[in-house]
């Protein structure tokens, strides 16, 4: 019988995916002989590989076969699965419950050559650049199967319960609203869920989906943990579909606005006004809240760095709201990254250091507030460089990966270098100017390519091309 090995390809606190325990599981249903994790120093005929997160990618590179056949799969693969097909045998694109099982008794009789074709499958050997991507594939039903799933690697253990799949708001930038359609788990799978939980293990449940508060039974959900004598943390809640959904005060409440202004929400598809952001936190502190989290995404191709002065003063209304005691709210700001399986794909991503500039500066002026009332924290702010990783490896192709190991450690770089090179080599290409987004806001050290921005050399500026009266490139 094949043996299978299974681990997740991330840093050792990351690991507890709920999504390949699930995998693992069907496997195990389906009568086959796996580990999960695998067990270094055993050869195994099958290795499954969980990726979780595209910056994950770059583990790829040095990491081992424990098998003839590696397989990769998890959600990054259903937003873009080119940069690990040179890494493995097959990729799988999709929800793996019922098409792994299917997948494991093809290559049982026929290698894994005999995945090529069927649906959600990609055959490395098989693949060649510009073929289509297949569409991801998804569980019809959701699989009811599913056991909670008890999560050791934190500091204390917790238990997961999955109530939904995809997202049904589909936020333009948002992978989760894109890469796979909304359903929710009965009411009944999730009440079975709870009351099999073993209190002795943990009293912790973290009930998950994409967006908690959108699921229709979502306050039931938090009186049967209750009931049970189970705490729940709590995920983010959409502010234009508040609902009256009762919570312990001190719970954390997150939101994610997502955009400084009206109009780039809307343009977003978060369809937030300023007015609906100030009465929320009326709303919610006078019911009693006190800890919020707002999770912003700048940096789109259309926001200039005025756009901020339009947030500033809705959270200066915020401000001056009358409290009655101290409230927190942490602001985590997060550049925004085209993901390929969203609209705003083709979206160029911009990075203004004026706009993270007056971020900072906004942040301590407003830190402390005089006498009672809103203490406003930086949560973090990503920087240049850690965002044009994470471009360069979500938008990435089959070559990516490829040239970040033959670059080593000195990849970024060396992979600007090696843009610099296509830049030379495609300068006498009209389509070229197409490339590019000139727009006199950009520094003019920096230049944009492939959805990715970049710093510009001098020896760049002494090429043929030359900067134009709006600060963009010229001479191509
Ligand atoms: S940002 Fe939230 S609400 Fe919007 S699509 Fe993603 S998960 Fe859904």
């Not at 991801?136 to 917790?158: F, M, R």
């Not at 909304?182 to 869920?193: K, L, Q």
Request: glycine share 6%.
């Amino acid at each position: 019988m094949l043996r299978i090995g299974m681990r997740e390809l991330c840093d050792q606190q990351d690991t507890g995916s709920p999504g390949a325990f699930f995998i693992a599981h069907h496997i195990k249903l389906a009568g086959y002989n796996i580990d999960y994790p695998a067990v270094m120093g055993v050869k195994y005929d099958i290795e499954l590989l969980s990726i979780h997160h595209s910056s994950d990618f770059l583990l790829l590179i040095d990491l081992p076969k424990i098998a003839p056949i590696r397989i990769i799969g998890g959600h990054p693969m259903q937003n873009n699965p080119l940069p690990v097909i040179p890494f493995c045998d097959a990729v799988f694109i999709g929800e793996g419950e019922t098409a792994i099982k299917e997948g494991i008794k093809k290559i049982e009789k026929g290698g894994v050559s005999s995945l090529y074709g069927i649906d959600g499958w990609i055959v490395s050997k098989e693949w060649k650049h510009g073929y289509t991507v297949p569409d991801t594939v998804i569980e019809k039903e959701l699989p009811d199967e599913n056991p909670p799933y008890l999560n050791h690697s934190g500091a204390s253990a917790s238990w997961y319960i999955e109530i939904a799949r995809g997202c049904p708001f589909k936020c333009a930038y948002c992978e989760l609203g894109h890469s796979t359609r909304y359903r929710p788990h009965t009411i009944e799978y999730i009440r079975n869920a709870i009351n099999s939980i073993d209190t002795k293990k943990s009293r912790k449940i973290n009930i998950f989906a994409p967006d908690e508060a959108s699921f229709p039974y979502y306050q039931e959900v938090v009186n049967l943990i209750e009931e049970k004598g189970c705490s729940t943390s709590f995920s983010s809640m959409r502010i234009d579909t508040v609902r009256d959904i009762s919570l312990k005060k001190n719970h954390l409440i997150r939101m994610g606005i997502d955009g400084m202004t009206e109009n780039t929400r809307f343009k977003v598809n978060k369809k937030i006004t300023n007015r609906d952001i100030i009465n929320y936190f009326i709303r919610r502190t006078r019911e009693g809240y006190v800890q919020f989290k707002i999770f912003m995404v700048f940096g789109y191709e259309w926001e200039n760095t005025e756009d901020f002065e339009e947030f500033a003063e809705t959270m200066e209304a915020i401000r001056r709201i009358p409290y009655r005691t101290n409230i927190s709210i942490r602001v985590k700001w997060t550049p925004f990254i085209p993901q390929p399986c969203t609209p705003l794909r083709k979206c160029i991503p911009q990075y203004d250091h004026d706009l993270v500039a007056r971020i900072n500066e906004w942040h301590v002026r407003v830190k402390t507030p005089r006498g009672i009332g809103a203490y406003i924290t930086n949560d973090g702010i990503m920087g240049e460089r850690n965002r044009q990783r994470q471009v360069i490896l979500t938008c990435g192709d089959e070559n990516t990966l490829l040239k970040i190991q033959k670059f080593g450690n000195n990849w970024e770089n060396e992979y600007y270098n090696d843009i610099i090179l296509v830049l030379r080599q495609l300068n006498n290409i009209p389509q070229f100017r197409r490339l590019f987004l000139f727009h006199s806001k950009y520094p003019k050290d920096r230049f944009h390519f492939q959805n990715a921005t970049f710093p510009l050399p001098q020896t760049i500026c002494c090429s043929p091309l030359s900067f134009g009266k709006n600060g963009g490139l010229t001479g191509l």
